[in-house]
C-alpha cells in the first residue's frame, strides 16, 4: 500500500501534473487526428467508387479454320498437330477459343456397325487455359456422331458483352489486352476400334476409317463504350 501510496502522492504533486496533462492531451489529439483521418479515407473511398464510370465492352469475333484428314488401322493411336503459327491472325485480335470436330466417314445404317473413334486434346506447352471447367478435352463416339471438343484460350472470353467499372479506359481494358495467349501448337490423339457389322467380318474389309479433324479457332478483337 505504501508504495501505491507514494506513486499517486507523485502523481498529485504539482510538478507531475503538467507532465501528466501533457502527455494526456498529445494522446488525446493523436486519436483525433487518427479517426480523421480514417474517416476522411472511407469518404475518398466512396467517393471514388461512386465516381466510377461504368464501360461496355463488345467483341468482335473471326474465324480460321483448320483441318486434318487422317485414315487410321484398327487398334491404332495416331497423333496430330495444329500450329497457330499458321494462323492469319488479324491485327488488334487475339485467339479466343477452339472449336474441335471429329467425324468420320462411316454413316449409320442397317448394315453397318460404327466404329468405335475417340480424340484427346493433350495439354502441352501450348499458352492456354488448361483447367477452365468449360474445356471439353476428351470425347468418343461408337454412332457414327461427330465429337466436339472445345478449349478455352483467353482467359474468361466467351464472346458475350460485359459492363465493367473503371476509373479509365486503359483499366478497363487491361484485363483485354494480355499476349501470348495460343501461343504454340494444339496436340491431339485419335484413337480407332474398328467394328465389323454384326461383328463378324469374314474377308477382313474393315480393318481402317478415314478420320477428319476440324479446328475451328475463334480469334476476337474489343470495342469499349463509356456508359
Do not use: H
Not at 499517486?8 to 489529439?29: N, Q
Not at 484427346?120 to 461427330?146: F, H
Amino acid at each position: 500500500m505504501s508504495g501505491e501510496q507514494d506513486i499517486r502522492g507523485l502523481l498529485m504533486t504539482k510538478e507531475s501534473r503538467i507532465p501528466t496533462f501533457v502527455a494526456y492531451t498529445f494522446t488525446l489529439l493523436l486519436l483525433v487526428v487518427t479517426v480523421g483521418d480514417f474517416l476522411g479515407d472511407l469518404k475518398t473511398t466512396a467517393a471514388l467508387t461512386s465516381n466510377t464510370p461504368e464501360w461496355r465492352i463488345d467483341f468482335q469475333t473471326q474465324n480460321e479454320s483448320m483441318q486434318v484428314v487422317e485414315t487410321l488401322q484398327d487398334d491404332e493411336t495416331r497423333n496430330i498437330n495444329f500450329d497457330m503459327s499458321e494462323l492469319s491472325i488479324p491485327e488488334g485480335y487475339s485467339i479466343g477459343y477452339i472449336n474441335i470436330t471429329i467425324t468420320s466417314e462411316e454413316e449409320e445404317g442397317i448394315s453397318v456397325q460404327c466404329d468405335s473413334v475417340s480424340g484427346d486434346i493433350i495439354e502441352n506447352e501450348m499458352n492456354a487455359q488448361w483447367n477452365d471447367s468449360v474445356n471439353t478435352l476428351s470425347g468418343q463416339d461408337s454412332s457414327c456422331q461427330p465429337i466436339y471438343l472445345f478449349l478455352r484460350v483467353y482467359p474468361d472470353f466467351d464472346g458475350e458483352s460485359r459492363t465493367v467499372s473503371a476509373l479509365n479506359e486503359y483499366q478497363a481494358l487491361e484485363s483485354w489486352s494480355e499476349v501470348g495467349w495460343g501461343d504454340g501448337v494444339l496436340s491431339m490423339d485419335l484413337d480407332l476400334d474398328v467394328n465389323a457389322p454384326f461383328g463378324f467380318d469374314p474377308v477382313g474389309q474393315d480393318v481402317d476409317e478415314e478420320i477428319t479433324v476440324d479446328a475451328t479457332v475463334v480469334m476476337f478483337s474489343v470495342s469499349i463504350e463509356k456508359l
